[in-house]
C-alpha cells in the first residue's frame, strides 16, 4: 500500500481505495503515482493505493485477495490512518474497476467493511466479451480486443470461457447485485467496454443500487493517459472529483479548474 495524504487534512478524513489498471497482467502502484497523488489533491481525501500481485503468474484469485486485504487494513487500521471507516470509497479504473466491484461483492458477502461509494472508470467486467462495442471498438492502440482476451487468460487460466468462472473473478457474471453501495459509471461511446460498463450500469439500477453513469461522445479506452490536457479528459476528471466528494461528505472547493 501506498497513501497519500492532502496537506491540511485532519483526523477523520474520508478515504479512497484506488486500485490501479492494466488488465491484471501489468500497472503497478509506481506507474499510477501521480494519479494518485492528483486524486488525493483534487479530493482532500486520504488515497490509499493498492500493489496487488499480477497475473500470469498470479492468476485469480491473488489480485481479488490482495486488494480485500487491503481494504480491510484501511479499515482496521483507521485509528492510524486517522480516517473515518464510515466514508471509505473504491476507486478503480478499467481492470482496477473489475477488481474494485469484485471486492465490493466480497466485502458485501463477507458482512464488511463498510463501503461508501464504488468509482468504476471504463470498468473491464466482463471475461466473455460477447457485446457489440467489444467488437465494434478496435482499442486506438490503447487496449484491443486481443489484448482484453489474452489479459483474461491470464487471469482465469484454465477456467477461462467456461461456467467456471466466480463472480469475484468477473463481476459481470454476478446474478446478486444488490446491497452494493452507490456506483458512479464512466465509459467513453467508442471504448470496448461500453456496453458491458452500461449494462451493469443498468442491472445495479434494477437490484436497488443508486448509480451515476456517464457516456462519453468520442471517448475511448484510456483516452485521458493519451492526451491528459484534453477538454474532455479534463471535464471528466472533474465529475469524477465532485461525485466523490459528494459521495464522502467532503466540502466542495470554492472553484474547481474544469477546462482551458
Request: hydrophobic share 40%; proline share 8%; net charge negative.
Amino acid at each position: 500500500m501506498r497513501v497519500y495524504r492532502p496537506a491540511g487534512s485532519t483526523v477523520s478524513a474520508p478515504c479512497i481505495c484506488y486500485v490501479h489498471g492494466g488488465g491484471m497482467v501489468t500497472g503497478s502502484v509506481d506507474g499510477d503515482d501521480a494519479k494518485a497523488a492528483e486524486l488525493a489533491r483534487a479530493t482532500n481525501c486520504v488515497v490509499a493505493s493498492v500493489e496487488y500481485r499480477l497475473a500470469p503468474e498470479n492468476p485469480y484469485p491473488a489480485a481479488i485477495d490482495d486488494c480485500f486485504a487491503a481494504l480491510s487494513w484501511i479499515a482496521e487500521g483507521r485509528h492510524e490512518l486517522r480516517i473515518d471507516p464510515r466514508r471509505i470509497a473504491l476507486y478503480g479504473p478499467s481492470a482496477g474497476g473489475c477488481l474494485a466491484t469484485a471486492t465490493t461483492l466480497l466485502a458485501r458477502d463477507r458482512g464488511g467493511p463498510e463501503i461508501a461509494c464504488l468509482m468504476l472508470v471504463s470498468p473491464m467486467l466482463d471475461d466473455r466479451a460477447s457485446t457489440p462495442s467489444s467488437f465494434a471498438n478496435t482499442g486506438f492502440g490503447a487496449w484491443s480486443r486481443e489484448a482484453n482476451l489474452q489479459a483474461w487468460e491470464a487471469y482465469l487460466g484454465e477456467d477461462f470461457g467456461t461456467d467456471r468462472v466466480s463472480p469475484y473473478a468477473a463481476p459481470a457474471r454476478a446474478d446478486d447485485l444488490t446491497r452494493l453501495p452507490p456506483t458512479y459509471v464512466d465509459v467513453g461511446d467508442l471504448d470496448l467496454f461500453r456496453d458491458e460498463a452500461m449494462d451493469f450500469a443498468q442491472r445495479l439500477m434494477r437490484a436497488g443500487v443508486p448509480v451515476e453513469l456517464y457516456v462519453y461522445p468520442g471517448g475511448i479506452h484510456g483516452g485521458e493517459n493519451l492526451a491528459p490536457s484534453a477538454d474532455l479528459t479534463v471535464r471528466v476528471r472533474s465529475r469524477r472529483h465532485s461525485a466523490l466528494r459528494r459521495a464522502l461528505r467532503v466540502p466542495s472547493p470554492a472553484a474547481e479548474h474544469t477546462g482551458p
